[in-house]
């Protein structure tokens, strides 16, 4: 189990040359010499990198918000055996609602996912980024929406600073890459992957929806058709007080999935303070997006949430499955049914494309 790291002074390093994320060097060369490593954070470790490249520390504000999570405080773990059974439904989606409600965030266990597929799936992200680098370059490109991009930062010359954590993603659905376009090791893994994911995602949406009293199949049938995956690598982090794994963020989409390995580092913010979600042997973690949290109006909660960077030598892994619309053409907010005098729409009507715009 990973604990936030200790805080240490950095004393190996002069005060002028203490590398804030606003120093004034030439950041831009920096994060293009990176980039075009092709490689990924793994590969400034395989390439003999002992200390933290100044393009990843984070700015002093950040690092000394990198607390262990509150104690005692966990997010809840949703049974879904119940859900298809007539006198347990009701129970499910009232768990559902108040986890969806109070925190955002979720695990849910007996989603009907087979531990192979699970494991399958890790796998093949694990080995991908285990690939010689000559191999994974390959496939890296910052071009994102078709095919398969292998890239690490999607973000990079938009944040202030790195985070320590390469990616796979893949736009899956309605036009999924060719069998042919992905790694070897992620071809069968990653479809086999999604379809559980659409069937569950599926399933969550209905009880989601259920739970705010919207008629059937509202939010499955709009929203489970866009789907995006990002396969996340998370390598040992030799310096894991200055920067972080993924930065503080809210998904924008409907919903997600996430399957995490038992290393762990994520945490959610709940009224005001982070809190540790623990790998729960399983389970997988659910969180409502920004686009939930409107359709909603306001009655589900989009939460942020961050990793820090891994300070153990065991790679930690995530996929997260965002589960989004692809309809680019219709309208989205507050639903009808959640809009009245006592309870005025918070949001107002956009086109989902317009939406994703201004989040990014
Ligand atoms: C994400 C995300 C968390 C994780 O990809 O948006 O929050 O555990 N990932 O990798
Ligand atoms: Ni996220």
Known sequence: MLSAPVLTTNTHRTAEMAPTATANFDRIKELKQFDDSKTGVKGLLESGVTTLPRIFVHPPEILSDLKPGKRHVTIPVVDLSGSYSDDQHAAVVEDVRRAASEFGFFQVVNHGIP??????????????????????????RRAVGSGVSYLSNVDLYRSKAASWRDTLLAALSPNPPKREEWPEVCADAVPAWDREVERLGGLLLDLLGEGLGLP???????????RTLVGHYYPYCPEPDQTLGISAHPDPGALTVLVQDQVGGLQVKHNGEWIDIEPVPGALVINIGDLLQIMSNDAYKSAEHRVFA??????????????????????????PELISPEKPAQYREFKYPEFMDKFF
């Not at 192979?116 to 000559?134: L, R």
């Not at 059937?216 to 866009?226: I, K, N, P």
């Open 115 to 140: 531990d192979e597929t699970v494991d399958g799936i890790i796998g093949a992200i694990k080995s991908f980024n285990e690939q010689p680098p000559e191999y994974r370059s390959q496939y890296y």
């Open 216 to 226: 059937a199949g509202r939010l499955s049938e709009t929203c489970l058709d866009g």
């Open 310 to 335: 891994n300070s153990t030598k065991e790679p930690r892994i995530s996929i997260a499955i965002f589960i989004n619309p692809s309809d680019h053409e219709s309208m989205f907010g507050p639903q």
